[in-house]
């Protein structure tokens, strides 16, 4: 399977964020984004997961399961919030996802136990989510990665609010999804420990 993005341009209001970008991604490949404040990193993000609408270009699957022509219906999307109900419990949150989304042809996600314990949060799944702290709950949002199967990874600053030890543990999670030939996407404005990925410098326009 190949992810393929060609000549991709957006706006955000008035203004032109990002013009001509093209890249592939081929089974167990990632693409680090790096840029500034405003350079467009996490509305090429929002395109790529089918959340907002290109100006121009393509965005597209090649060689992936049959009836499946946009990468959004293959994808996770983790973005600057962890898309979890504070009221709920870890659980009710996580089963939630899970039967939202489902698995996509070709794997099956994990069950909650399991996940929570890939996290290292074994043991809390019965707790609120607004009871964890802020480290806490974005380890649990990188739960919803693994409780559904999908290919595709679109994550917009995944380590935020995570000490180093959770960015190692982030670091294996990403690595484990490559080698069972998945393909992930990652914005950051920190080193992400991910090995051997092609790398996208976001420079923005300005108006």
């Known amino acids: 399977m190949r992810l393929l993005v060609e000549s991709l341009s957006a706006r955000r209001g008035e203004d032109l964020i990002f013009?001509?970008?093209?890249?592939?991604?081929?089974?167990?490949?990632?693409?680090?984004v790096t840029g500034p404040n405003g350079s467009g990193k996490s509305t090429l993000q929002?395109?790529?997961?089918?959340?907002?609408q290109a100006e121009s270009g393509r965005v597209s699957l090649k060689d992936g399961p049959s009836g499946f022509e946009h990468p959004r219906e293959l994808s996770h999307y983790l973005g600057h919030r962890n898309a979890m109900k504070?009221?709920?419990?870890?659980?009710e949150n996580l089963c939630f996802w899970q039967r939202f989304l489902g698995n996509s042809p070709g794997g099956s996600g994990l069950d909650l136990a399991a996940a929570a314990a890939a996290v290292g949060l074994a043991g809390v799944t019965h707790?609120?989510?607004?009871?964890?702290?802020?480290?806490?709950?974005r380890r649990m949002a990188m739960a919803k990665l693994l409780v559904a199967y999908r290919p595709i990874w679109i994550l917009d600053e995944p380590t935020a609010a995570l000490d180093a030890g959770a960015d190692r543990l982030f670091a294996g999670l990403v690595a484990g999804h490559r080698?069972?030939?998945?393909?992930?996407i990652a914005a950051t404005h920190q080193s992400l420990g991910i090995g051997q990925a092609k790398a996208l410098q976001m420079t923005g326009f300005a108006h």
């Open 127 to 137: 707790l609120p989510f607004g009871y964890l702290s802020a480290g806490q709950q």
């Open 46 to 52: 929002r395109v790529l997961a089918g959340l907002l």
């Open 19 to 32: 013009h001509d970008i093209s890249f592939d991604l081929a089974t167990g490949e990632a693409l680090v």
């Open 179 to 184: 080698e069972r030939g998945g393909i992930v």
């Open 86 to 91: 504070r009221e709920l419990t870890v659980e």
